[in-house]
Nanobody, 115 residues
């Protein structure tokens, strides 16, 4: 079973930056895709970005100019670099892996952006 652990969340002021990490328990080459989702207070979970095993990425338009998803293969880790953070980015950020139709979720990491 693949295990995912997110880290890097915290409290930042608007305009600041934060880099989230998602560490996988096995090589990310064996995982079809990994994605970042977020869920703000009282809101539904929404997709943020995806990186595929090929290295191709896709990011939602509302964060495309500010967020970058990337990977470090040697560390079995996927990152989400978040710049120019806004209060609306406040949410629990989750990492999700897709392995042969099985979806594995991390525990989430809290990101709070003050106004």
């Amino acid at each position: 079973q693949v295990h995912l652990v997110e880290s890097g969340g915290g409290l930042v002021q608007a305009g600041g930056s934060l880099r989230l990490s998602c560490a996988a328990s096995e090589s990310i080459f064996s995982i079809n895709s990994m994605a970042w989702y977020r869920q703000g207070p009282g809101k539904e979970r929404e997709w943020v970005a995806t990186i595929y095993s090929t290295g191709r990425t896709n990011t939602d338009d509302f964060v495309k100019a500010r967020f970058v998803i990337s990977r470090d293969i040697a560390k079995n880790t996927v990152y989400l670099q978040m710049n120019s953070l806004k209060p609306e980015d406040t949410a629990v950020y989750y990492c999700r892996g897709n392995k042969y139709g099985n979806y594995i979720w991390g525990q989430g990491t809290q990101v709070t952006v003050s106004s």
